[in-house]
């Protein structure tokens, strides 16, 4: 039985804070009103890390590569495979993946973009242990990137006090002995007018929207109940007790969605990884960001039982199980 186990974890964060009330004031002088307590008490949000000019999303993403490859031990030159899961890639093409393939000098290594916007991370997770578990890799690394500022209305304070940037990523290997115990993703196109960046390029011209919109209850309803119904058919699928898992790591997003799905599985606040105050919503690079704060701060230990979840615009929604 071949599994994929995560053997390194990195992340990237821009240097640039931004507190809430830093971006009020921003906000101000574009006759936008919002507030830090409006901000903290519907979302969990304080500040968020927002790129400067000069850094694009495959920078993020080599960077926290670069830390993951470290963390595991294996060199670049012997990645099989690259997956960046990202709705705000450098350009159309080259993919973002191949920019971070050169730059890390992965000579050895496929690599492609997937966009499954905020659920990006747990699709490439579940199509990395697809290719390990097939046979077809041995060592991939997968990358959650975005520069989500700028595709941000910043005269819309619905969603802009919302997002953040950053990078996050996973080494993974196959192993004969444990690692993801089982993955599931899905999706449901039918809501695809909840959560959009619908404007595209023709002819050298924007048609369409291209910002975030959001029609923000929609989301958070059908988020709570997509991550519940998700989390209790990765635990059945690996005949899992959800109260023997240590760690949910669900999409940070906003910190009420994240609690609602605790008290629905009956799980305790403590078991809750949340980083959603200090980074915001990171898009596909949020759970590795999560995932990497707890391992650095010593929570998430070898041999931990860990929930990995993502949900996002599409809709779509997965969970890993993953023994560490
Ligand atoms: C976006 C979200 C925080 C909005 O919270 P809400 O309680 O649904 O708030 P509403 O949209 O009903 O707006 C309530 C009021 O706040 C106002 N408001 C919206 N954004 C505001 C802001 N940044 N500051 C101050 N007021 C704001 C609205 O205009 C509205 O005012 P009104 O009552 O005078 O019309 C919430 O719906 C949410 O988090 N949804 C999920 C979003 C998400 O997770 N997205 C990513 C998924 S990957």
Known sequence: ??????????????????????????????????????????????????????????????????????????????????????????????????IVQSKLNAKHAAAFDLQA??????????????????????????????????????????????????????????????GILSSCISSDGSMSDILSVSGHFENGNINGYPFIKMDGQSVFKNAVRVL???????????????KDINWFIPHQANIRIIKMLGRRLGVEDDKLVITVDKHANTSSASIPLAFNVAKLDGRIKNGDLVLIQGVGGGFTWGSSLVRI
């Not at 979302?43 to 694009?56: N, P």
């Not at 916007?117 to 077809?136: E, P, Q, R």
């Not at 119904?229 to 059945?236: G, K, L, Q, T």
């Open 117 to 178: 916007a905020c659920s990006g991370f747990v699709y490439a997770l579940s199509t990395a242990d697809s290719f390990i578990c097939s046979g077809k890799a041995k060592n991939v690394l997968i990358i959650g990137s975005e520069k989500f500022s700028r595709i941000l209305d910043w005269n819309d304070r619905s969603t802009c006090v919302l997002f953040g940037d950053g990078a996050g990523a996973f080494v993974l290997t196959a192993s004969s002995d444990y």
């Open 228 to 242: 519940e119904e998700s989390a209790r058919e990765v635990c059945d699928k690996a005949c899992v007790d959800i």
């Open 1 to 98: 039985m071949i599994y994929t186990r995560i053997v390194g974890s990195g992340s990237f964060l821009p240097r640039t804070v931004v507190s809430n009330n830093d971006l009020a004031n921003d906000l101000l002088y574009r006759g936008i009103h919002t507030s830090d307590d409006w901000i903290v008490q519907r979302t969990g949000i304080k500040q968020r890390y927002l790129a400067e000019s000069d850094i694009d999303t495959s920078y993020m993403a080599v960077e926290s590569a670069k830390m993951a490859l470290i963390d595991s031990g294996i060199d670049a030159s012997d990645i099989d495979l690259i997956i960046v899961a990202t709705s705000t890639p450098d350009c159309i093409f080259p993919s973002t993946a191949c």
